[in-house]
């Protein structure tokens, strides 16, 4: 059974930061496309930052030069450091993966991110 488990999620200050960790189970890791996505209330979800099986990373324009995504295969896990939090950070952020195949899909349960003074 596959499983993605976002933590590190909480209610931070503007300026502030916060690290979010996704544990993964049930994959093959290292073969995967790792991504965090977030939706704010009334939006669609958005991109946020990916990092290839190979190290290759993207970033939502939005969040360039104070997010920085990172994996560790070993662990199994990615992570999203954020820093200089803003108020229009606010959202539900969710893990990613994405497989060899487009039955290789999975999403975890989200974690709330909330900036506000």
């Known amino acids: 059974q596959v499983q993605l488990v976002e933590s590190g999620g909480g209610l931070v200050q503007p300026g502030g930061s916060l690290r979010l960790s996704c544990v993964a189970s049930?994959?093959?890791?290292?073969?995967?496309?790792m991504g965090w996505y977030r939706q704010a209330p009334g939006k669609q979800r958005e991109l946020v930052a990916t990092?290839?099986?190979?190290?290759?990373?993207n970033y939502a324009d939005s969040v360039k030069g104070r997010f920085t995504i990172s994996r560790d295969n070993a662990k199994k896990n990615v992570n999203l450091q954020m820093n200089s939090l803003k108020p229009e950070d606010t959202a539900v952020y969710y893990c990613?993966?994405?497989?060899?195949?487009?039955?290789?899909?999975?999403w975890g349960q989200g974690t709330q991110v909330t900036v506000s003074p």
């Open positions: 990092m290839t099986s190979g190290g290759t990373t």
């Open positions: 990613k993966a994405e497989g060899p195949t487009r039955w290789n899909l999975y």
């Open positions: 049930g994959i093959s890791f290292g073969v995967y496309d």
